[in-house]
């Protein structure tokens, strides 16, 4: 009989910021019975991913193991972790777990893509367990950037797991749960196997700050501004918009929330009970009669996405808004990495337009929802595990992790995405690797990344593109003359000459010089006919374009 073994396995999240997908195993190499924790997204760039909306891990090997998997188990709300439940779950056909908050956006995204929101089911905290196959699933607080943020104790035969998933050393977080040593020292008496751990963060040496240090800077801000205020930060910190929204409204000023995410979140958070108090708000309509001094608008976009009502704001008039020299943009955010260039553009663009643009520069309007450093080791100290997994960051992060529970005295590895790795001994050791990646959702559909789409967009966006169209008669001899069409090229040659008439005449040249073999067979004749034109545009414009070739021929009825 073959021995059980316990495994972990990264879809995503473990090299990177963003979309993560754990995958937990335990029994006959081979025949696991799994688990999943979380289901994130990460975002595109133009860069990388020019037109593609939302960027999702593949879940091929775990699809072609369905029948072996217990279920999904959500730690919180935040796009990263959720994102990608509704788009991806029809693949698993699995009951997905969260505690009330994360279930109530969960069931959202699942409704928003047409999927059953029934399939989420709501957990309570430890003690309440979850029985799935050989895992028993416990959810305890930890403090977050986000309301009812959770950690995950998953007991096995072979041992305790626990997963940290997102959290900061917060006492006093101003909504949510806050973050509790004791608590916490209590789920290490137990004896833990492994700590899967938050690395966001293990580059900063410095203590973490709590939620509370913001409430006086901010309210001087609002006091002190001169004209209209508005801040952006991310819509899932509820705690960050209700210290927004207090400092604003004794300081006299209306408070406009505007962005669907931001609006989507408040309620929620209301309906689940978490968010109290919060001050009364007015609609864009309402705030348009509001004297610019008495007033602050809330908005999303903070990381510069293109859609949002930052970047609309920073573009000219968002829902009859607009801002003006005086008024006050504050970035209550850090900028996620990768997003730089796109907040970028909307502070240089509000800039221009006078306004006063303030970042967390000085500390003094953001705090991270991410342990550093030294929680770090103090969580190390309080849980106590045989061997500790750094997981949520980029490659340098999970490495200096690793190196840091190394000195303390933990076994430890950096696990990348799709390595699998026994956890049943005293040490992590690597047993096998598969295929991982992403796919990407397109408008409403959703391509492979390996299909060509992305791959094509970014060919064109580096050199362009030419269209060649071409008439045969029945006896492959040219109708008229070939033409070209240009898109995303200079329009002229080195000689000042129109480049598509340039085309032009090459191809007509060189369908006189064609042998009757070429003329007959579209593959050679395709092929030659890019190749020129691609010689032709390198010499004329020094660019190397996508080229598509369209022959028509005419035959007899």
């Known amino acids: 009989m073959s021995k059980d073994r316990l495994i972990y396995l990264p879809l995503g999240g473990a090299g990177e910021v963003g979309m993560n997908a754990y995958v937990f195993g335990y029994g006959p190499k081979g025949r696991e019975r799994l688990i999943l924790v979380d289901l994130g997204v990460t975002f595109a760039d133009m860069a990388s991913s020019p037109g593609v909306d939302l960027i999702m891990p593949d879940l ?132 833990v196997k492994a700590l899967l751990c938050d690395s966001t963060n293990v580059m900063n040496k410095h203590a973490g700050r709590s939620e509370a240090t913001l409430t006086d800077p901010i309210a001087q801000l609002m006091r002190d501004a001169r004209g209209m205020v508005v801040a952006t930060t991310f819509a899932s910190n509820v705690a960050r918009l209700k210290t927004l929204a207090v400092a604003a409204h004794e300081a006299g000023r209306s408070v406009c929330l505007m962005g669907r995410a931001m609006l989507r979140m408040t309620q929620v958070a209301t309906e689940a009970g978490i968010l109290k108090d919060f001050p009364p708000t007015i609609s864009p309509e309402a705030a348009k009669d509001v004297p610019r001094e008495n007033l602050l608008l809330i908005v999303t976009g903070s990381q510069g996405e293109r859609r949002a009502a930052s970047a609309q704001l920073a573009r000219g008039t968002y829902m009859g808004l607009n801002m003006k020299e005086g008024d006050t943009f504050l970035f209550s955010s850090m900028t996620i990495p990768g997003n730089e260039r796109e907040v970028g553009r909307v502070v240089n663009a509000l800039s221009q337009m006078g306004v006063d643009v303030l970042d967390n520069s000085e500390r003094l309007y953001h705090v991270s929802g991410h342990a550093n450093r030294p929680d770090l080791e103090a969580m190390h100290d309080l849980i106590q595990p045989q061997m500790l997994i750094p997981i949520h960051g980029e490659h340098r992060m999970l490495h200096e992790h690793a190196k840091l529970a190394i000195a303390r005295g933990m076994q430890s590895m950096v696990v990348p995405n799709g390595s699998i790795v026994d956890l049943s001994g005293a040490a992590p050791v690597l047993v096998d690797e598969v295929e991982t990646g992403r796919v990407y959702l397109d408008g409403s559909r959703m391509i492979g990344a390996m299909d060509g789409v992305v791959r094509d967009r970014i060919r064109m966006a580096i050199g362009g593109h030419v269209f060649v169209t071409l008439i045969l008669d029945e006896e492959d001899d040219v109708l008229g003359d070939p033409w070209a069409e240009i898109v995303g090229l200079r329009p002229t040659g080195k000689g000042g000459q129109p480049l598509n008439e340039i085309i032009e005449e090459e191809l007509a040249q060189y369908l006189e010089r064609a042998g009757a073999k070429t003329m007959a067979d579209d593959d050679k004749l395709n092929d030659g006919l890019r190749r020129l034109v691609r010689q032709v545009t390198m010499e004329e414009i020094g660019k190397k374009p996508e080229v598509t070739i369209v022959v028509s021929r005419l035959m007899n009825d």
């Not at 895992?135 to 797991?161: K, M």
């Open 60 to 191: 091929r090997w775990l699809e072609d193991r369905r029948d072996r998997l217990e279920g999904i188990i959500i730690t919180h709300a935040h796009e990263d972790h959720v994102g990608a439940v509704g788009q991806l779950w029809h693949k698993l056909k699995v009951p997905v777990y969260a505690r009330d908050f994360t279930a109530r956006i969960a069931r959202l995204k699942m409704q928003d893509a047409g999927q059953d929101p029934e399939q989420v089911i709501t957990v309570g905290k430890a003690p309440e367990a979850l029985e799935l196959g050989p895992f028993r699933v416990q959810f305890f607080p930890v403090a977050h950037s986000l309301p009812e943020a959770s950690g995950v104790v998953i007991d096995t035969p072979a041992g305790r797991i626990v997963h940290s998933g997102d959290f900061k050393a917060d006492r006093t977080p101003g909504v949510g749960e806050a973050h509790d040593p004791e608590l916490l020292a209590e789920i290490g008496r137990s004896g």
